[in-house]
């Protein structure tokens, strides 16, 4: 597989050249959807949840705050942050979790999902910990993540048996962040072509 890291240097050279206006990758993104009442908001984790210093990393702060955002439009009672163990130490999910008590959302309306290593445990467990072992429960969620890595999760979710509704994260302009993210999911992409799918309803579009 090639590496990512020269997938992002191809991008941000066609960037240069290009000039174009419009993120990279946008061919990545899943459809817009229009925002219902839904049981959760569940955001997923990025690793790692910190940066050197210690302080919550930029991408992490950016989807926990896009959820605190959607619970205080009052779209669900909910957060359910999503992350298992992180780099030196902890879970993804301790760290958002902090972060939007920081944000002033109150603790019981927060929910962890500790175990998780990529998106598809996500999204398994996310589902499990919301139904509690209810036969049938089919709970409608509310994905917040990056819109690179939205459409491969709100596929991991309807094979867990959830019913979500996309919400993306904003953009940042830069244009190194875009090539990144565009990298990792085309890579991802490739790999899935050659690893079993994670549900039978499943298609390329990564773990």
Known sequence: MIPASRWSGALLTLAALTGCGRPLGQELFAP???LERA???V?????????AEGRVAPETARR?????ALYRRGLAPTLLM??????GGGTEADVMAAHARALGVPADAIRRERRSRD?????????????????GCAPRVLVGTSPYHLRRALRRFRCAGARPIGAPT???DDVGYQASFTAYE?????YRLFAPAPCPAATAGGR
């Not at 999503?82 to 780099?87: M, T, V």
């Not at 998106?119 to 996310?126: I, L, Q, V, Y």
């Not at 085309?186 to 490739?190: L, R």
């Open 32 to 34: 817009p959807e229009r």
């Open 64 to 68: 926990v705050a896009h959820g605190v």
């Open 186 to 190: 085309y890579a991802v992409g490739v």
């Open 119 to 135: 998106t598809s445990e996500n999204a398994r467990n996310a589902v499990a910990s919301l139904c509690g072992g209810r036969p």
């Open 43 to 51: 955001v997923l984790g990025n690793r790692p949840p910190r940066d």
């Open 170 to 172: 904003s953009i940042p």
């Open 82 to 87: 999503a992350g298992g163990p992180a780099p």
């Open 39 to 41: 049981e959760a908001i």
